[in-house]
């Protein structure tokens, strides 16, 4: 069965720390990996994406891993800033999709501390 | 920048009525889906539709479920009876090319059936 399955659920951290995001996925046949952030309300916005032959990628403060072997993802914050408060969620695409099928995970509830 | 829009914002109606979810694509985009997310769940995928016709759907879009794309701006999704448990958030989401990882999504709409 195709899964995400994301850690922690929720997190919180004081402004300016660092922090990580884990993702660990069993899509297969498995085209590409993205991070989105999802503001309480609002639609997911794409921070980082990558296909299966990329082992990291950056957006600014987000920087985002690949481990296709393991089917693990990771991404990490720098510098917390408090409208980084938002839930983080693992999404991957399923390359056996005629069209564009999207699997989500539950996604990290980061709230951001001043 | 463009940008998805979808109306209304929040839509409550009574058990067995039917719903129109209205969705406006960014305007040179050729694909276009319907995810929900049921209050605390993962994000799901409805449908996807390219050329007037549904690419691929899964196993929650069943028959009281249905996409148009009327007169090539809108694209919306219907509703035929609502059910207690089509309560969620429903988001839109359009996508230049087949590519999967080019898709933005709307604000979404939340459906409330009483």
């Known amino acids: 069965k195709n899964q995400v399955e994301q850690s922690p659920q929720s997190l919180i951290i004081l402004e300016g720390k660092n922090c990580t995001l884990q993702c660990n996925y069993t899509v297969s046949p498995f085209s590409n990996l993205r991070w989105y952030k999802q503001d309480t309300g609002r639609g997911p916005v794409s921070l980082t994406i990558m296909t299966f032959s990329e082992n990291t990628k950056s957006n600014g403060r987000y920087t985002a891993t690949l481990d296709a072997d393991t089917k693990q993802s990771s991404l990490h914050i720098t510098a917390s800033q408090l409208s980084d408060s938002a839930s983080y969620i693992c999404?991957?695409?399923?390359?056996?999709?005629?069209?564009?099928?999207?699997?989500f995970g539950r996604g990290t509830q980061l709230t951001v501390w001043p | 920048e463009p940008e998805v829009t979808q109306t209304p914002s929040h839509q409550v109606t009574q058990m067995g009525q039917e719903v129109i979810l209205r969705c406006v694509p960014i305007?040179?985009?050729?694909?276009f889906y319907w995810y929900r997310q049921i209050l605390g769940q993962k994000v799901e995928f409805l449908v996807s539709f390219y050329n007037n016709e549904i690419s691929e759907k899964s196993e929650i879009f069943d028959d009281q479920f249905s996409v148009e794309r009327p007169d090539g701006s809108n694209f919306t999704l219907k509703i035929r009876s609502t059910k207690l448990e089509d309560s969620a958030m429903y988001f839109c989401a359009s996508s230049r090319t087949v590519d999967a990882y080019e898709q933005y999504f709307g604000p979404g709409t939340r459906l409330t059936v009483t």
């Open positions: 999404v991957v695409s399923y390359r056996g999709s005629t069209l564009g099928r999207l699997y």
């Open positions: 305007s040179n985009h050729l694909y």
